[in-house]
C-alpha cells in the first residue's frame, strides 16, 4: 500500500501535468481601465525595469496602458501556470522583437508557447504547451484617411486575389473593412508565431476564412491556410471575436524545438477554448513588488493624452 507522501507526491505530479497541457486564453480591456494612482504606482514595482523605461516612453496613455497590460498577462501567466516565482521571472525579447521567457523550464512543460497581442480595447494572451503560437487581435474602425477603397487601394499587396475576393464578396464597405481585419489579424498571428517579424512576403500566405460569418464569443478552428500555394496542415487556426468588432486569430502549429506536429491544434477540444476577461485585480492576483514606489511614474503617467483625437474621431 502506498505511503501517504507518494500518494501526495503522486497527485502533484498529476497536477503539474495537467497545468502544463492547459491551453491558456486572456484578454484584458485596457482601453476602459482607468487605473487609480495606487493602482498604476502598483503595476510599475512588479515589472522588470527596462520594462517601466519602455512603458514611460509612450506618448499617449491608451498606449502606456496597453504595454503595461502585455507585461502584467505575461507575468501572471508565467507566475501561475508555469510555476516560477513573480520575482524570479525573466523576460527577453529575440532580435525580432517576440517576447520569450530566459528562465529554464521544467521537464513538464519545457516545450511551453506563449504570445500577447493588445490593439483596439483589449491586450490579449494565448498559450500552449505543446505548440508553437502566434495571437493578433485587431479592431474594425475606419482608416485615417476615411475612405475604405483608398485603403484598400494601399494594401492591395498584402492579400492574394482570392483575398480580395473574399473581402470584396461582402455586402457593404463596412463589412468588407471588417473581413480585411480578420484576414489582417490570421496573417500577424501566423507570422508571430514563426517569429519572423516584418519583411516575411504576406502573398506567400492565403487564408481560405470559414465560416464567413461568425457569433461573438464562439471559438472557430475551420479556416486553413496555404502557403506558396500549399495547404498546410500541421497548422490550425482558431478565430474567436471578442465582440462586434474586435477579431481575434491564434495560430498553433508544430514546435520550434520538437520539429513535430501540434498534437493540440487538431484535438476534439480546441474549438471549446474560449477568452476569459480578466479584471486588473485579476492581473494583480500573484504579483510582488521588485522595485520601491516612485511617485513620479503616475505625474508621468498623468501628464499624457489619453490617445490621438484624429483616431478617436475615425472610429466607429
Avoid at 511551453?112 to 491586450?123: D, R, T, V
Avoid at 482570392?162 to 463596412?174: F, H, L, P, R
Wanted: net charge negative; proline share 5%.
Amino acid at each position: 500500500m502506498p505511503s501517504p507522501w507518494n500518494c501526495r507526491a503522486l497527485d502533484l505530479l498529476i497536477s503539474m501535468r495537467r497545468l502544463a497541457m492547459e491551453s491558456v486564453r486572456w484578454a484584458f480591456p485596457y482601453y476602459a481601465w482607468v487605473p487609480r494612482r495606487q493602482d498604476w504606482l502598483l503595476a510599475m514595482r512588479v515589472i522588470q525595469p527596462e520594462e517601466r523605461e519602455r512603458i514611460e516612453q509612450f506618448v499617449f496613455r491608451r498606449d502606456a496602458k496597453a504595454a503595461m497590460a502585455g507585461r502584467l498577462l505575461l507575468r501572471k501567466y508565467i507566475a501561475e501556470k508555469l510555476n516560477i516565482p513573480w520575482q524570479e521571472i525573466k523576460l527577453q525579447r529575440t532580435s525580432k522583437g517576440k517576447p520569450v521567457l530566459a528562465n529554464e523550464l521544467n521537464s513538464t512543460c519545457s516545450s511551453c508557447s506563449f504570445n500577447i497581442s493588445h490593439q483596439g480595447n483589449y491586450a490579449v494572451l494565448a498559450a500552449e504547451s505543446d505548440c508553437q503560437v502566434g495571437i493578433d487581435i485587431t479592431k474594425t474602425s475606419l482608416p485615417g484617411s476615411g475612405s475604405i477603397p483608398n485603403f484598400f487601394r494601399i494594401m492591395r499587396r498584402q492579400f492574394t486575389e482570392k483575398e480580395w475576393s473574399a473581402i470584396m464578396s461582402m455586402e457593404n464597405e463596412w463589412l468588407q473593412l471588417d473581413m480585411f481585419h480578420r484576414h489582417w489579424a490570421l496573417k500577424e498571428s501566423f507570422i508571430k508565431a514563426i517569429g519572423v517579424g516584418i519583411g516575411f512576403e504576406l502573398q506567400r500566405i492565403e487564408f481560405n476564412v470559414s465560416p464567413v460569418h461568425l457569433e461573438v464569443g464562439k471559438t472557430y478552428n475551420e479556416t486553413i491556410m496555404l502557403l506558396d500555394g500549399e495547404e498546410e496542415k500541421e497548422w490550425t487556426f482558431q478565430e474567436t471575436l471578442l465582440d462586434d468588432c474586435h477579431h481575434v486569430a491564434v495560430a498553433l502549429g508544430k514546435p520550434e524545438e520538437l520539429g513535430r506536429k501540434c498534437t493540440r491544434a487538431l484535438s476534439s477540444d480546441m474549438n471549446q477554448t474560449t477568452f476569459t476577461m480578466l479584471t486588473f485585480d485579476d492581473l494583480m492576483t500573484s504579483a510582488e513588488p521588485l522595485a520601491p514606489e516612485d511617485p513620479a511614474c503616475w505625474d508621468s503617467f498623468c501628464s499624457k493624452q489619453e490617445s490621438p483625437a484624429r483616431q478617436n474621431s475615425n472610429e466607429r
